[in-house]
């Protein structure tokens, strides 16, 4: 089966929730990094409030505990190594259990509240994309040194290397700051997928072939960005702010559009775009089709975040 193929089929999977297919590719590992998506913990190793260490979240996993994830339950990239039966959940990089033979089937270097600005990141003292670049250096070092070059090199080359980041940019950075004003949206998506360009160029560089990269969630129906809108009018009502994912979605064509040009640039890639824009607009129109729904009020921003396409429990907040 196609990388493509594959990428697709697990997450049509995962949303159908039939049994496992078979992992016919060859990814040994999976690599994420980008935001509170794919955090699996590594900010509770960091002096930042950008933290899900606490109640409620985690009470869905077995264990019923926080692990840092900001989730009720898995992330998506812990569904993917899950069905591709290369470990339960994929361990944050900076957690100090994680050992050299658990680094060989992957770890996530993600960052919630990062962006591909780095302002982005500063602003809340989490790790950038570069300092999230300079830990997988570190890793691969790591790797290296525990089976050679050689081995190493294959562990890079058939691993899934998973992105998930932008929102943080355009939710809090764009919209959030008024000398930002100074870029157009369309200007500001621009200077962010440059960095997204030579994120993916380094990686490659670095061995790295297949990739998944996420697009933009309707941001304008993030409970944050709602709240921040309201207005006397729908007050009572809160609505999704029209703009903000008009704007998403203009991010998400020229993401698509760099795909293709990086996809024929690159030799021996597989770069897949991965929508979240379409399948939490569903959830937020049709919540009934996604099975049990919950709805907490005192959840509501510390569940804001979590919009991972796959989670069965969204948080309907309209
Ligand atoms: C590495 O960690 C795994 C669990 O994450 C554990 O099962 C294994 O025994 C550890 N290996 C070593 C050599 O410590």
Redesign the pocket.
């Known amino acids: 089966m196609s990388f493509l193929l594959l990428f697709y089929a697990i997450i049509a999977n995962l949303l159908l929730r039939r049994a496992p297919i078979a992992a016919a590719a060859k990814i040994t590992a999976v690599f994420a990094f980008g935001d509170s998506i794919l955090d699996s913990g590594n900010n509770n190793h960091l002096v930042t409030a950008f933290r899900a260490d606490h109640r409620p979240y985690g009470q869905d996993l077995p264990e019923k505990t926080p692990t840092g994830r900001f989730s009720d339950g898995k992330l998506t990239t812990d569904f993917i190594v899950s069905f591709l039966g290369i470990k339960e959940m994929l361990?944050p990089y900076l957690d100090p259990?994680?050992?050299?033979?658990?680094l060989l089937t992957g770890a996530s270097f993600a960052s919630a509240g990062s962006g591909l600005d780095d302002l982005t990141a500063r602003a809340v003292n989490v790790l950038t994309m570069g300092d999230q670049l300079k830990l997988f250096q570190k890793g691969l070092e790591r790797i290296r040194r525990k089976v050679g070059a050689k081995r190493g090199r294959r562990v890079v080359g058939n691993g899934l290397f998973v992105i998930a980041v932008g929102s943080n940019d355009v939710a809090r950075s764009y919209y959030g700051l008024p000398f930002m004003k100074t870029f157009t949206s369309s200007g500001y998506h621009d200077f962010l997928l440059k960095n997204f360009e030579s994120f993916i160029l380094r990686l490659y560089k670095m061995g790295a072939r297949k990739f998944g990269l996420s697009g933009l969630p309707p941001v304008g129906c993030l409970p944050i960005q709602m709240t921040l809108n309201l207005s006397p009018d729908n007050f009572l009502k809160r609505v999704c702010v029209n703009q903000q994912n008009v704007d998403s979605q203009a991010y998400n064509t020229k993401l698509q559009a760099l795909i293709s040009r990086l996809q024929g640039r690159l030799k021996g890639s597989k770069i897949a775009y991965f929508d979240a824009f379409k399948p939490m607009m569903d959830m937020i129109n049709n919540p009934q089709k996604y099975g049990e729904l919950k709805l907490y009020l005192i959840h509501f921003i510390v569940y804001s975040n979590s919009f991972s396409p796959l989670l069965t429990n969204i948080i309907p907040i309209l």
């Open positions: 361990p259990a994680l050992n050299d033979t658990g």
